[in-house]
């Protein structure tokens, strides 16, 4: 029996968690289990949760849905997907969770998130891993992705094991378009270049994102961030394929006008915001690495002070 956890079922553990739990519905040799909270949980134990696609709606019940960790004890893998900032209080929640052999498999946004879990959960496997979906919970018991890109990497830092490759083969026939890669580290700094600089820049703005490059100054602050970023990267060792400065600029040209980042959205409803794990940390790391953000530096003092 193989038991696999979701944590959190908005738009990204909704839906991939939506996908696996479809798959293994009538499947008595693995369970799917789901840690949400409020309104959506009781939705979804009341009438199953729906997950709207491009191609597809459905509707399915996974084996349990609650948010006690008591009640599903032990499993073999969990998929953890919240805000980073709720990242220690998440970790502390489903500990009931982790048996010894547990392994932890986040999708949050950040390049220091496996290891701060690695920090609270010494003796488990902690994989790394990020996505590109666009997912929404739209009400109590619905999702809708409708992005056009589903995409989920992960990896173990160059390492192969056959939980990785097991993991692999069940996402792939459950559907969900899963790529386990030896070079996960690049990935995740080549989303968090593109999250860190758009997101730190439309809050600061209070624009879209295409409006970063349509006046001169938010287009040279744009370049700037990407600059000092772009040196951190290379200071912490990692290597891209391709010009990462240009092949952001390239995707930030490709979205819609209007469109802007749920940083920025936070900002705006006055919500808690992702400003350390998705801004602060670059200043931190570069500190560390000796590689100077004064751009980085003054953008972030203006967030923090927006943000009080």
Same mark, same amino acid.
């Given at each position: 029996?193989?038991?696999?956890?979701?944590? *959190?079922? *908005? =738009?990204?553990?909704?839906?991939? *968690?939506?996908?696996?739990?479809?798959?293994?519905?009538?499947?008595?040799? +693995?369970?799917?289990?789901?840690?949400?909270?409020?309104?959506?949980? #009781?939705?979804?134990?009341?009438?199953?949760?729906?997950?709207?696609? #491009?191609?597809?709606?459905?509707?399915?019940?996974?084996?349990?849905?609650?948010?006690?960790?008591?009640?599903?004890?032990?499993? %073999?893998?969990?998929?953890?997907? @919240? &805000?980073?900032?709720?990242?220690?209080?998440?970790?502390?929640?489903?500990?009931?969770?982790?048996?010894?052999?547990?392994?932890?498999?986040?999708?949050?946004?950040?390049?220091?998130?496996?290891?701060?879990?690695?920090?609270?959960? @010494?003796?488990?496997?902690?994989?790394? =891993?990020?996505?590109?979906?666009?997912?929404?919970?739209?009400?109590?018991?619905?999702?809708?992705?409708? /992005? *056009?890109?589903?995409?989920?990497?992960? /990896?173990?830092?160059?390492?192969?094991? @056959?939980?990785?490759?097991?993991?692999?083969?069940?996402?792939?026939?459950?559907?969900?378009?899963?790529?386990?890669?030896?070079?996960?580290?690049?990935?995740?700094?080549?989303?968090?270049?593109?999250?860190?600089? +758009?997101?730190?820049?439309?809050? $600061? $703005?209070?624009?879209?994102?295409?409006?970063?490059?349509?006046?001169?100054?938010?287009? #040279?602050?744009?370049?700037?961030?990407?600059?000092?970023?772009?040196?951190?990267?290379?200071?912490? /060792?990692?290597?891209?394929?391709?010009?990462?400065?240009? +092949?952001?600029?390239?995707?930030?040209?490709?979205?819609?006008? =209007?469109?802007?980042?749920?940083?920025?959205? %936070?900002?705006?409803?006055? &919500?808690? +915001?992702?400003? #350390?794990? !998705?801004?602060?940390?670059?200043?931190?790391? =570069?500190?560390?690495?000796?590689?100077?953000? @004064?751009?980085?530096?003054?953008? !972030?003092?203006?967030?923090?002070?927006?943000?009080?």
């Amino acid at each position: 029996m193989k038991k696999i956890l979701i944590v *959190g079922i *908005g =738009g990204v553990g909704g839906y991939y *968690g939506g996908m696996l739990s479809r798959h293994f519905e009538n499947n008595p040799q +693995t369970d799917v289990y789901f840690l949400a909270r409020g309104a959506h949980l #009781e939705k979804t134990q009341k009438d199953g949760l729906t997950v709207e696609a #491009e191609s597809e709606t459905f509707v399915t019940r996974p084996t349990l849905a609650t948010d006690q960790a008591t009640e599903i004890g032990e499993v %073999d893998i969990a998929i953890i997907t @919240p &805000k980073s900032y709720d990242l220690e209080s998440t970790i502390d929640q489903i500990r009931p969770c982790i048996g010894k052999h547990t392994i932890i498999l986040p999708l949050l946004n950040g390049v220091d998130i496996s290891e701060r879990i690695r920090k609270m959960v @010494p003796g488990n496997e902690v994989w790394d =891993g990020c996505v590109y979906i666009v997912g929404r919970l739209i009400e109590p018991g619905m999702i809708r992705s409708n /992005g *056009g890109v589903h995409d989920l990497y992960f /990896g173990h830092a160059g390492r192969q094991s @056959p939980a990785l490759f097991e993991m692999n083969q069940i996402m792939l026939t459950a559907g969900i378009k899963a790529h386990l890669c030896n070079d996960i580290r690049m990935i995740i700094w080549r989303k968090f270049i593109f999250i860190s600089v +758009t997101a730190t820049l439309t809050s $600061y $703005y209070n624009v879209g994102f295409r409006d970063l490059l349509t006046t001169d100054e938010r287009k #040279e602050t744009t370049y700037k961030l990407l600059h000092e970023i772009a040196a951190l990267a290379a200071a912490e /060792g990692v290597v891209f394929e391709h010009d990462i400065i240009e +092949t952001t600029i390239k995707h930030i040209e490709r979205l819609p006008f =209007g469109t802007t980042s749920s940083m920025n959205s %936070d900002f705006r409803a006055g &919500k808690r +915001t992702e400003l #350390e794990t !998705l801004t602060g940390i670059v200043v931190e790391l =570069g500190n560390q690495q000796g590689i100077e953000t @004064p751009n980085y530096d003054k953008v !972030l003092s203006e967030l923090v002070l927006r943000q009080k």
